[in-house]
């Protein structure tokens, strides 16, 4: 009987927790789409249906002009098999938010 050696690469993933504070930043110093964010995980990690990371945009009191407050949610996915109930979760945060991100690493990121 002749067998064949079947070759398996381990790939080691980094936790979707991993990418809940930079995404958050991510929010508030790159993109200026929020004043404030932070990841949820931390306070209500036995809470499902939970975004990942809420953020609120607001005026401060000494603006000029005074915007609505707005929440911001972020729904993380590093595996692409989870789109699917991302963008559902994405589309479940609307009700409370007034925009809803996904985000996906990119493969680089995943992969070390």
């Known amino acids: 009987m002749n067998k064949r050696a079947v ?6 993933t980094i936790k979707e927790e991993a990418f809940y504070k930079p995404f958050a930043d991510w929010l508030v110093n790159e993109l200026e789409e929020c004043t404030s964010a932070i990841e949820l995980v931390v306070i209500y990690s036995v809470i499902m249906g939970t975004p990942d990371v809420v953020g609120v945009r607001e005026s401060k009191r000494s603006d000029i002009i005074q915007f609505p407050t707005e929440i911001i949610s972020g729904e993380i996915k590093t595996d692409s098999n989870g789109l699917i109930t991302a963008f559902g979760q994405a589309c479940a945060y609307k009700i409370f938010s007034h925009k809803s991100y996904i985000m996906v690493p990119n493969d680089s990121q995943i992969e070390t």
């Open 7 to 12: 070759k398996t690469s381990k790939v080691k």
